[in-house]
């Protein structure tokens, strides 16, 4: 599972999973004793005010666990998650759910592509490989889930197999480079932080990771899927206008791109002191 605080100076690029939890104290066990032994440096789990005992299962595994004061939502847990991570100094960050839906055993296929230069997010889509429908996502959601794919593809100019999923690698400077807090408290800061992603000019890759549907696996309702897939097409359409310089919004704009130093101005030299 996670190696000793001792092996990570040893490692040139170190990882952290952050778990998102709500109400996980009946998969998180099985979910962190899943993740392969020596590919992860630190876990993080946030607690957005279970009603359950998640904190008293992350406790008796021994995960440094932070909670919240009370329900805030997924996106609000994905902050907490993010501000803690980027204190330490691992350079991929892994969100885990620990509902036990996606494969931990996968960790090192979706850290991959970061490893290797050749992606600073990678996304575990459930759509490559296996059908889904198959794995037990309901129909009407995998039909969602295709035609706002198939919108975002046209309007972030990608080729990717799906947007949603809950499996996902990010590089530190990835993180660093986006100003996350920004994004929406709901589900939809899934999709908020892609539109900065993309429009920062980050590379999006993505590997196969099968799923699991049961029922103590959390899964959005239709009602909640519906207001989720509205509040896509608002962030499509913000980023559309921002990337034609219709209206420009500083959620999409890089923290690297909002200021450079100007030459011959000042020095580094350290300012005199009065004696």
């Known amino acids: 599972m996670v190696e000793s605080e001792q092996k990570r100076s040893s490692e040139p690029v170190s990882v952290v999973v952050v778990m ?155 993180l660093e480079g986006v100003n996350f807090q920004m994004d929406s408290d709901s589900f939809v800061f899934d999709q908020d932080i892609v539109a900065q992603f993309v429009s920062a000019g980050f590379r999006i890759a993505e590997v196969p990771v099968p799923t699991r549907y049961f029922p103590e696996a959390s899964s959005a309702s239709f009602w909640q899927s519906s207001v989720y897939g509205l509040s896509i097409l608002r962030v499509l359409a913000r980023f559309w206008l921002h990337k034609h310089g219709i209206k420009r919004d500083f959620r999409l704009v890089s923290l690297s791109r909002r200021y450079s130093r100007v030459e011959g101005r000042g020095t580094d030299a350290p300012l005199d002191t009065p004696e």
Not at 111 to 127: C, M, N, Q, W, Y
Request: with cysteine.
């Open 20 to 174: 998102p939890a709500y109400n996980a104290a009946k998969t998180l066990e099985a979910t962190y004793k899943d993740i392969p032994e020596g590919s992860v440096h630190h876990v993080i789990l946030v607690d957005d005010a279970s009603k359950d005992d998640t904190l008293g299962v992350a406790g008796s595994l021994e995960i440094a666990a932070f909670r919240h004061d009370k329900n805030y939502g997924y996106g609000a847990n994905q902050k907490t998650c993010y501000a803690e991570a980027l204190k330490t100094s691992h350079g991929i960050v892994v969100m885990l759910h620990p509902d036990y839906q996606y494969d931990p055993t996968l960790l090192p296929t979706l850290t991959a592509p970061i490893l290797k230069g050749e992606a600073d997010v990678v996304f575990g889509s459930r759509v490559l490989g296996a059908d889904p429908v198959k794995q037990g996502m309901p129909w009407w959601k995998y039909i969602a889930n295709r035609a706002l794919t198939r919108l975002e593809n046209v309007v972030f100019g990608l080729h990717l197999s799906e947007y949603h999923t809950g499996y996902r690698a990010y590089s530190r400077e990835a």
